[in-house]
């Protein structure tokens, strides 16, 4: 069960109300009790006092390292769905052909088009995605 999250914390015996902050403890799983900074949501111990990079470098630097879920960068992600959406592709072109029986099961690749191979403009569509053939 997850736990319910407080926005507001009412401080000095009841007298001061403030925003409470809203960091969660990755190993108790509990929310900080301290008072978050004002026109801020974290406290001084989670970030509240960070202005984030000023300097370019800093800045250009920062955007190299940002990964997402802390394993792989946007531009590996997008290669990923890329090489994805060809295997899905060469899937359909396989099953249309008579060499798969079946589709995979599991998500579609982000960008996913189902085209129907008995059209002929999208078999050759199908066959220019997979890689198959080149466009002209």
């Known amino acids: ?6 926005y507001q914390l009412i401080t000095a015996g009841g007298k001061i109300a403030c925003r409470r902050c809203k960091a969660v403890s990755g190993r108790t799983k509990q929310q900080c009790g301290r008072p978050a900074i ?8 989670h970030g509240g006092r960070s202005t984030g990079p000023k300097s ?4 250009k630097r920062l955007k190299t390292l940002h990964f997402i879920h802390g394993q792989y960068t946007k531009e590996q992600r997008l290669a990923f769905t890329k090489q994805n ?8 072109v396989g099953i249309h052909v008579g060499l798969l029986p079946s589709r995979t099961r599991g998500r579609k690749p982000h960008g996913y088009l189902r085209l129907n191979a008995n059209v002929h403009e999208e ?7 997979a890689g198959i053939l080149r466009g002209s």
């Open 123 to 129: 078999y050759v569509r199908l066959l220019e995605l």
């Open 1 to 6: 069960m997850k736990p319910t999250r407080e």
């Open 56 to 59: 370019e470098n800093a800045k």
């Open 85 to 92: 959406l060809t295997l899905r592709y060469l899937e359909d």
């Open 38 to 45: 004002r026109d801020k949501e974290v406290c001084q111990f």
